[in-house]
Each structure stands twice: as C-alpha cells, then as structure tokens.
C-alpha cells in the first residue's frame, strides 16, 4: 500500500445533476410475511435484501450483501474446487446469491463458471435468475483499443460460462493515462452489443467519477473500499453519487475479519499472545487501523461494538456491515468467503433483519470520531491504490 499525503480537490456538482433521472429508486416492494431467501420476490424483506443499481436504462438488481471472492486468489488456505463450489451452492440457497470476482482472483471466475452450471442443472430457474456473478477488470496500462478491451471482456465471458457479464467493474492505475476514458467507452459499446449487462468502477476517486459520468459513460456504481475504520466514501464521493444516482458497493467492511469477536481484548504486540495477522486481508487492514489511530483504539470500537452486538443478540461484524449498509449512496456490502474452509451465512443473514437504533449510531460514530480523517492521510477512495 502506498500512503499518499496529497489529497484532490473536489470540483462542483454542476453538471451532475443532469444524471438525476439516474436516481429512480426502482427497487421492488413486496408483501409477505419474512422469509430469508433472496430469492423470494413475494417477501417484504426482499426489500432490504436486494437493490437496483441504475444508470439511465441500464439497471442490475443485486443482494445488498455480496459473497466478495479475493480469498480464492490465494494467501487464505488452499481451495479445493468441488468443496468450494459446493459452498458457493450454500451460499445462494441461503438467498446470499451476489458473487464479486475479478479477473485476477485465480480461479474465482472458473469457480463461478462450474457452480452457475450447476445452477442450471440443479436448482429451479427462480434461483438462476437470482444469481449475479459481478467481475473486474484490471488491465495493464497499454493502449485500450477496441479488439483489446472486447478481447479482455470475452476472457471472462467464456471462463464465467455466460453470454453476458452482468456487471463488470473497471479498474485503472494511472489517472495521468487518459486510456480509462477510451477503455470505459468501449465497454459501454460491449454493452450496447449485449456482452455487459452494467459498467461500473473500481476504487475510482470522486474527481475521476464526475470527469466519466461528464463523458456520459452510464455507470451504475464503484466499489470503494469501505468500513467504519475508513469512512473516506462519505466525505466527498456519497456527495456526488446522491446527485447522480451512481451507488457504492463496498469492501473492506469488516477488516477481512478485524471487526470481530476474535480481535476483541488482544494485544497483537506480544508474538504468539493473540491471534495471528496471516491473511493478506487482515494484513492490508491492519495497515489501515496503524493509519487510523493504532491497536488501542481500535480495541475501544471493537468495545463499543460487541456492546451493540450483545444488545441485539448479533456478532460485531454484522452491527460493522449493517452501519455500512445505512450509509448515503451504499447499495451493498461484501463480505470475505473463504469457499469451503469457514462459513458465515448465519452473520450475513443476520444484516438484513438488524436495526440499529439512535443510541447505537450515536455510540459508534463517537467511537470511530476518536480516530484520524484518513482523507487527509490517504487521499481520497482508491488513492491507497496509486502513487501521488
């Protein structure tokens, strides 16, 4: 991670309200009684478990908690194929059907493929049509011609099984490059041709995203990372999004496992003493709790948060996702799978029927407010991404 002490300045929303019409909030309202499958239409809580991500006409419905598939890539434990396919299969029969891959993540893009065949095979179409696969897409800086960018996009296509990629978020290095405008706009072409189904953004900054929707580039969203540790989102990005209907979905909500009972009362200095720093998630975000205020205070939130959890019955991560999840311009939230070597479907479920009240808003946010303004440590969204 490069720590950049420079930050953008943002420019005024004047030509973003002319996306407005983007903002429609077309998501479905239901009548029945409360059922914890995304996949029942019916239900009235299918209204907070799902969303409609939107951008003039194009539009994507997705779980408000998404299954994020980095942990395939690697560092996390070896991942057996049919253990984690299996696993996947769990996952969206519990009505947790957003998967987030990318093309980098070793095989996550081949495991979507197996398992949405056996979607196809073993499950009824009601469930099919409520899974979403969403990939990124992370390209080396050359020249974004159109056979190269069609040439990357059908790579993905052909190893996810599918003839249209429902969402593919874009993903750029260098913003002195100006190749991500032509590479965005050969994708809106590959979408008009059917192949994508919605563009999006990764870990673009609030400067970057106004420039893309000026160019008239239909983006329904940008993945940004996210937690109550990094609050960076709502400082300058959920302003312009609230103007143009653009939505976050977020990563990095529990730390890769840091806002957990598990980091709660350790001391990581002592060798040995607690539990290990020894994924690359946890590693990253340890990096960022050292950028925020350090270990103690980051104890004091995981304090106040187990207070929430115990209040409600629920763990720390799902008080840390559902605080995120209520935030301005936030349609989902990812959580970590580790495919066939943990599972959480229980914490994830539990999101959707928890709410936090006054008091519990008003004891997180003087918690997190103890720390620094990582803004003016790091930059803005995605700058931890990029060299100043």
Known sequence: MTVILSHHHHHL????????????????????????????VSTATNENRRVRVSNRSDSLDICRVLNGMWQTSGGWGRIDRDDAVEAMLRYADAGLSTFDMADHYGPAEDLYGIFINRVRRERPPELLEQIR????????????????????????????????????????????????????KHLTDLKEEGKIKTVALTNFDTERLQIILENEIPVVSNQVQHSLVDMRPQQRMAELCQHTGVKLITYGTVMGGLLSEKFLDTNIAIPFAGPSINTPSLQKYKRMVDAWGGWNLFQGLLRTLKQVAS????SIATVAVKYILDQPAVAGSMIGVRLGLSEHIQDANAIFSLALDEDDVGSIREATAKGKDLLKVIGDCGDEYRRA
């Open 311 to 314: 209040k409600h019955g629920v």
């Open 13 to 40: 929303f004047s030509t973003a309200t002319r996306l407005n019409s983007a903002t429609r909030d077309s998501r479905r309202r239901g009548s029945g009684a409360n059922s914890i499958r995304c996949a029942d």
């Open 133 to 184: 696969g969403l990939t990124k897409w992370v390209p080396p800086p050359v020249k974004m011609t159109a056979s190269y960018v069609k040439d990357s996009i059908n790579v993905s296509r052909k190893r996810m099984d599918v003839e249209s990629l429902d969402m593919l978020q874009f993903h750029w290095w260098d913003y002195s490059n100006p190749g991500y405008l032509d590479a965005l």
